[in-house]
């Protein structure tokens, strides 16, 4: 993206404080937007935006949010990208009730929850969109992700039903299919295996790419789908995941 091709637009970042978040965050922050991200923790925010502690599995932590932007951005709001996830490891075997709980707490129900806050805010704004950060786990069926690949399917049909609901206010809603990312948190993931570097190479090696995807790339795919020019597009899902989804190489 261009400098200044954001001037003037005011954005809402999810998970703002690392990954893709933080990503996302410096390049409008560098494309001329003002940045409020909304995570636990500001991580490597400081100097992009206004940093707003909530968490988003709890409504009044989103209500107060809201309403300290809603002041802070004069009342109207143009960019609100959805992504903020949480993970989980394990079949529906494995799975927990309260993992379960946990997961769509956040990934489904803290998204809903962060759009109905915002949404009035969106509606007097500028060419409004918002941008859902989903999963190449909702296309594509991965062993060990049951928990996080539910949320994440749900996450992409509510992005559709969104972007119907909403294109009678001009507010358009689209979201991104990242493959595995190079991100803090799929480091985790690995930090919770036997063996990191050999379940990294795994994972490299089921991308037709033969590498994660970085986080740059995903935020760049969502600018594309934000940009005050991107107006004919809504209700598109955009694949980041290096051909995962749709690619049979032969090996």
């Known amino acids: 993206m261009m400098m200044g091709e954001f001037a003037g637009l005011r954005a809402v970042i999810t998970g703002a404080g690392s990954g893709i978040g933080l990503e996302v965050a410096t390049q409008l922050s560098d494309a001329g937007a003002t940045v409020f991200g909304l995570d636990l923790v500001e991580g490597g925010l400081d100097g992009l935006g206004t940093f707003v502690s909530c968490d988003i599995s709890d409504e009044a932590s989103v209500t107060a949010a809201a309403e300290l932007i809603g002041k802070d951005a004069g009342g109207s709001l143009d960019i609100l990208i959805n ?60 062993p060990k992700r ?72 995903v935020a760049h795919a969502i600018l594309y789908l934000a940009h005050p020019q991107s107006l004919s597009t809504t209700g598109t899902i955009l694949a980041v995941d290096g051909g995962m989804a749709s690619l049979r190489l032969p090996s």
């Not at 949480?86 to 799975?95: L, N, T």
């Not at 927990?96 to 805010?121: C, D, I, M, Q």
């Not at 609901?165 to 809603?173: E, K, L, S």
């Not at 803090?184 to 994972?203: F, S």
């Open 83 to 142: 992504n903020a996830g949480i993970g989980a490891i394990g079949s529906v075997v494995d799975a927990t009730p309260e993992e379960w709980e946990k997961v769509f707490s956040v990934n489904v129900f803290g998204t809903a929850r962060v759009v109905r806050h915002f949404y009035p805010l969106l509606t007097q704004g500028t060419h409004p969109v918002i941008v859902t950060t989903c999963s190449v786990s909702s296309p594509v069926g991965l």
């Open 146 to 217: 049951a928990v996080y690949s539910s949320s994440k399917g749900a996450l992409e049909s509510l992005t559709r039903a969104m972007a119907a609901d909403f294109i009678g206010d001009g507010v358009r809603v689209n979201g991104v299919n990242p493959g595995t990312a190079d991100t803090p948190w799929v480091q985790r993931l690995l930090g919770q295996t036997d063996d990191p570097a050999a379940e990294r190479a795994r994972l490299e090696a089921r991308q037709p790419i033969g590498r994660l995807v970085s986080a740059s790339e």
